[in-house]
């Protein structure tokens, strides 16, 4: 990470993005969320709200193409002096919680293409194949799912069993898919929302 603040020295950027690179999910969640911890699901509008860091809703659907697989979900948009997050209005509220994780999470890993401002992140939706899309995704699992709550919920409702990945998703606030991720990140087996055993011991 520290070559990510090199080179950012080099040109004139957003003072609030300055103040993200770096950080980590963990840290994010000692200092904006609850020191105690334990609580979930993690409410990532509170957390950006401490941060500081603008939260809107925006309609997207007039950049929509023919690809409906390939629609705009969200967008970091920073100048010199402002940051703001953008999340598609028209989606649910668990997927708008995991746009705005995971736009968070471009700020904190420096993701950056262009040595310029104003900067435009954009998310959207279908497979993910950048490497740049993969960190941000694993970023907001770790986010929203910390890893310390989620070992605690395993052991106190799944000892000797497997998990359903529909239970947990709820008790987290995601997706199905956002909480398969993160347990396959992490190689916990669970049982999915079709009732199969999934290992993830790959």
């Not at 007039?62 to 028209?90: C, F, P, Q, V």
């Not at 987290?172 to 992490?186: D, E, I, P, W, Y």
Request: include cysteine.
């Amino acid at each position: 990470m520290e070559c990510h603040k090199n080179r950012l020295k080099e040109f004139k950027m957003c003072t609030k993005l300055k103040e993200l690179i770096g950080l980590t999910p963990e840290d994010i969640l000692n200092k904006y969320w609850n020191p105690k911890r334990n609580t979930y699901p993690i409410d990532i509008a509170k957390i950006l709200y401490q941060m500081k860091i603008r939260v809107l809703p925006y309609d997207f659907s007039k950049y929509d193409d023919d690809n409906l697989e390939n629609r705009i979900l969200g967008a970091m948009i920073a100048d010199e002096t402002d940051l703001a997050l953008l999340y598609r209005n028209s989606e649910t509220k668990n997927r708008n919680r995991y746009t705005l994780a995971h736009e968070l999470a471009h700020c904190c890993l420096a993701h950056l293409e262009e040595e310029s401002m104003p900067y435009i992140e954009l998310r959207h939706d279908g497979s993910v194949t950048d490497t740049r899309e993969i960190e941000a995704n694993i970023f907001a699992g770790e986010l929203l799912i910390p890893i310390t709550e989620l070992r605690g919920v395993l052991s106190m409702e799944y000892l000797n069993m497997l998990p359903k990945v529909t239970d947990l998703a709820k008790k987290f606030a995601v997706s199905t898919n956002v909480m398969k991720g993160r347990l396959r990140h992490l190689k916990i087996p669970y049982i999915d929302e079709y009732g199969c055993k999934i290992f993830c011991l790959e």
